[in-house]
């Protein structure tokens, strides 16, 4: 082994989404033999020296009796992680010899190492590798379990490896100078992740919508699904208020199946933040919009993000793309619900911590479902409330009025009674039945090609804008003399101002649900009738 010289090899450290590149560099000089690991690593990283020796021991590449020193650059930037372990590896490979000191710059190395030198799968693999691209690199090395995860990323050579023998034999190594190769067993990314990182009680709350459920499957409850197809055409959050039984999680979770597929960067920026979480991704794109229902029992941590160490993202980010669902929500705690506001105005959810900070996406719909009261049949005609008077109202309290400003459609959902089931049912068998605008016999794939209808002219309207859905675009826009609603239309409006009946916020979506009425039923710009309905959606309910 040659003693005095420097290896080099490449990493990337993840803030975020976004990744910084961290150069390795390790010197072996003469001197007592010691190993010591700098750059500000936290302890996991800490942790590599032994992880790395044991998997050159094994590889037959052992540390000399030398002084082997070990500096990550930016020696500022905070380290998290045990996937630097192959880019340590691969640049004391470099630094003795035993590869060519050049090869391993012009690649970025991902991979945690086992005692016996074999190359594991680490979390964030896919946007570590997003940001090897965005910093110019042209290869990546990564675990074999990872392959099909790096391979999302487009415009990028992904050298797959199981071994640090792989590795070297890769960058020129002589086979006779290493030990021959192990059994790995084969091993999937679930496996390869620890329980403590993959499985953790937040991921356990994630609630999986099947394919089997279908917009017919709602009876008798028109006005419910005419709202939900209101909220999947222009992207706007929605409040169900009603007693238990009415299908407020019925509906909700019928939402996902009636909205367009992601479009790809949407994708990948949702398969990116399943990556951080450590979640398993197929070798296809999932374009589907993601359903996340997390419980009332769930803390802010989990609901937005955070943690110690590695800032990763929450259920908001999880659910981006799709809907994030809070049943009961008063029970959740008042200040975590409050600290949605946020994210509802900018799409993004910013966590700083005292070890940094990291930004998540956030672009979701948020469905709220309340019962009226703790006892949940207030105002119910056919059960009898069990509160005191007041309890309603304290009760709905906990929704604060700023987070219920934010909530563009809110609706109380009431239970379908026995004989309007079954004149719903008499009048299918006839084939009698009415026409309102969607029918609650509709099945999902007629109306998603509904919500696609309506979302084309948004997106044809708002070509020329950073915007694409009516929920999104700003006061400015609104107020435009081309996009205003003629005089006699507006009046209503104009009129719950002055009364104090909504916000100038609440003014603002208004306007943006009566957009998304309007596209719904063809019209160039919302009417009288449009902004009646999207009016009667802000009446606080109690």
Same mark, same amino acid.
């Given at each position: 082994m040659t003693q005095g010289t420097v290896g080099h090899s490449v990493a990337i450290a993840l803030e975020g989404l976004g990744g910084e590149l961290v150069e390795v560099e390790t010197q072996i000089s003469p001197g007592l033999p010691f190993f010591k690991l700098v750059g500000l690593p936290d302890t996991s990283l800490g942790e590599a020296r032994e992880r790395v020796r044991a998997a050159l021991q094994s590889s037959g590449c052992p540390l000399p009796a030398s002084r082997v020193i070990t500096n990550m650059y930016p020696a500022s930037l905070r380290k998290h992680g045990a996937g630097f372990d192959l880019a340590i590896a691969v640049s004391f490979l470099a630094? @003795?010899?035993?590869?060519? @000191?050049?090869?391993? $710059?012009?690649?970025? #190395?991902? +991979?945690?190492?086992?005692? $016996?030198?074999q190359v594991r799968a680490v979390i964030g693999v896919l946007?570590?590798?997003?940001?090897? &691209?965005a910093a110019g690199f042209e290869t990546v090395v990564v675990p074999a379990d990872s392959k099909a995860e790096a391979e999302l990323v487009e415009d990028i050579r992904v050298v797959a490896v199981a071994s640090l023998r792989a590795v070297a034999l890769h960058y020129g190594a002589d086979a006779a100078d290493l030990t021959e190769e192990l059994d790995y067993p084969s091993s999937s990314a679930a496996r390869a992740i620890t329980r403590g990182e993959r499985g953790s009680e937040d991921d356990a709350q994630r609630h999986e919508v099947g394919p089997a459920l279908d917009l017919s499957d709602v009876v008798g409850n028109e006005a419910a699904v005419r709202t939900l197809v209101i909220a999947a055409a222009g992207g706007h959050h929605l409040l169900m208020l009603g007693p238990p039984g009415a299908g407020k999680t019925m509906l909700a979770e019928r939402l996902p199946g009636i909205l367009p597929d992601l479009e790809p960067e949407e994708a990948v920026t949702l398969a990116a933040v399943r990556s951080l979480r450590g979640m398993p991704l197929s070798a296809r794109l999932d374009r589907r919009p993601p359903f996340e229902a997390p419980h009332h029992t769930a803390s802010a941590v989990a609901l937005l993000g955070g943690g110690s160490g590695m800032i990763r993202p929450g259920a908001?980010?999880?659910? $981006?793309?799709? /809907?994030?669902?809070?049943?009961?929500?008063?029970?959740?705690a008042r200040h975590t619900l409050d600290s949605l506001r946020?994210?509802?105005?900018?799409?993004? !959810?910013? !966590?700083?911590?005292?070890?940094? &900070?990291?930004?998540?996406?956030?672009?979701?719909?948020?469905?709220?479902?309340?019962?009226?009261?703790?006892?949940?049949? #207030?105002?119910?005609?056919d059960a009898q409330c069990r509160c005191d008077a007041s309890a309603p109202r304290r009760y709905l309290a906990r929704l604060s009025g700023p987070l219920l400003?934010?909530?563009?459609?809110?609706?109380?959902v009431e239970?379908?009674?026995?004989?309007?089931?079954?004149? /719903?049912? #008499?009048?299918?068998?006839?084939?009698?039945? +009415?026409e309102p605008p969607v029918q609650s016999a509709t099945s999902t794939?007629?109306?998603?090609?509904?919500?696609?209808?309506?979302?084309s002219l948004a997106r044809h309207r708002l070509a020329s804008t950073p915007w694409s859905i009516n929920a999104r675009v700003v006061s400015r826009w609104l107020r435009a003399p081309d996009n205003r609603p003629r005089r006699e239309a507006y009046a209503p409006l104009a009129v719950a101002l002055?009364?104090?009946?909504?916000?100038?916020?609440?003014?603002?979506?208004?306007?943006? /649900?009566?957009? $998304? !009425?309007?596209?719904?039923? +063809?019209?160039?710009?919302?009417?009288?009738? #449009? !902004?009646h309905e999207a009016l009667s959606y802000r009446i606080r309910l109690g």
């Open positions: 630094a @003795a010899g035993i590869i060519s @000191a050049e090869s391993p $710059t012009k690649a970025v #190395h991902i +991979g945690e190492l086992s005692l $016996t030198g946007p570590a590798v997003a940001a090897a &691209r908001v980010s999880l659910a $981006t793309g799709g /809907v994030l669902f809070l049943d009961e929500a008063p029970e959740f946020q994210p509802l105005e900018n799409g993004v !959810i910013e !966590i700083h911590r005292a070890q940094g &900070r990291a930004a998540y996406p956030a672009e979701m719909q948020l469905v709220l479902a309340a019962n009226p009261c703790p006892c949940g049949n #207030h105002g119910d005609r400003d934010r909530i563009d459609l809110q609706l109380r239970r379908v009674s026995a004989a309007r089931a079954r004149l /719903v049912e #008499h009048e299918a068998q006839l084939g009698e039945a +009415g794939a007629a109306v998603r090609e509904l919500v696609k209808q309506a979302r002055e009364r104090g009946q909504v916000t100038m916020r609440g003014h603002d979506r208004v306007l943006r /649900v009566a957009w $998304t !009425i309007a596209d719904l039923a +063809g019209a160039a710009r919302p009417e009288l009738e #449009h !902004i």
